[in-house]
């Protein structure tokens, strides 16, 4: 194995924990919102009887929209039955909109996978990473991201695809060439290595205004 070879995988390696560091870090910060807001259930409640009780309608009706708000904004967006997909996927999700990104997301897949809860940290923490990525450069009106994962018979597929302002971009290999920087390069390398590992397949398509990756991936 060439020097150039080894020094790139440690790279990729020390991409990979702090990806997978990053996205528990935006997990766990996820459930300390929750887990504050039931905390302050009660005194939410306390707070509308007070308004209600001085009569003032319209103060209540303010109050109970910011309620509303603040649980759509920590409401799980998908339920997939899959513990640790739900996690990623509602942290991403969350983190995407609180930038101006419209997301769509459908997903059902199994309680237990037979990938394992790194490699699928992986792959969804890449495909939202570079989604949001790409999508941030778009007018916030434009902004758009479109999950789908479901179970094709005996495989798991994953479907993004996002709003770009980038042109059809060039491919090299089965990668197209990134415009932003090392890092990303390195995520795109590891989770093609997850996709090999299990025998999938990977497809990346690029057209004006639109970027989709489909991956599938063996579930035996």
């Known amino acids: 194995m060439s020097l150039f070879t080894r020094r790139t995988e440690r790279h990729i390696a020390a991409y990979q924990r702090e990806l997978i560091e990053t996205h528990f870090r935006e997990v766990d910060t996820m459930y300390r919102e929750m887990r504050g807001w039931r905390h302050d259930w009660k005194s939410q409640l306390q707070t509308l009887k007070a308004l209600a009780g001085t009569g003032d309608l319209e103060a209540v009706r303010d109050y109970l929209a910011k309620i509303e708000a603040d649980l759509v904004r920590i409401e799980p967006a998908v339920r997939t039955g899959n513990r640790m997909a739900d996690a990623i996927l509602n942290s991403k999700i969350?983190?995407?909109?609180?930038?101006?990104?419209?997301?769509?997301?459908?997903?059902?897949?199994?309680?237990?996978?037979?990938?394992?809860?790194?490699?699928?940290?992986?792959?969804?923490?890449?495909?939202?990473d570079n989604?949001?990525?790409?999508?941030?450069?778009?007018?916030?009106?434009?902004?758009?991201?479109?999950?789908?994962?479901?179970?094709?018979?005996?495989?798991?597929?994953?479907?993004?695809?996002?709003?770009?302002?980038?042109?059809?971009?060039?491919?090299?290999?089965?990668?197209?060439?990134?415009?932003k920087g090392e890092g990303r390069g390195y995520g795109l390398a590891r989770m093609d290595a997850v996709v090999k590992k299990y025998d999938g397949y990977l497809s990346r398509a690029s057209e004006d205004g639109a970027y989709t990756t489909e991956i599938l991936i063996p579930q035996l």
């Open 94 to 128: 969350s983190l995407a909109r609180a930038r101006g990104i419209a997301v769509r997301a459908d997903a059902h897949i199994p309680v237990e996978l037979s990938m394992s809860e790194t490699d699928l940290c992986v792959i969804l923490g890449n495909l939202f």
């Open 131 to 179: 989604a949001i990525e790409a999508s941030l450069l778009l007018p916030e009106e434009k902004r758009s991201i479109r999950l789908y994962m479901d179970m094709k018979n005996t495989q798991l597929y994953i479907s993004v695809t996002n709003l770009t302002a980038a042109k059809k971009q060039t491919k090299v290999g089965n990668i197209f060439r990134s415009t």
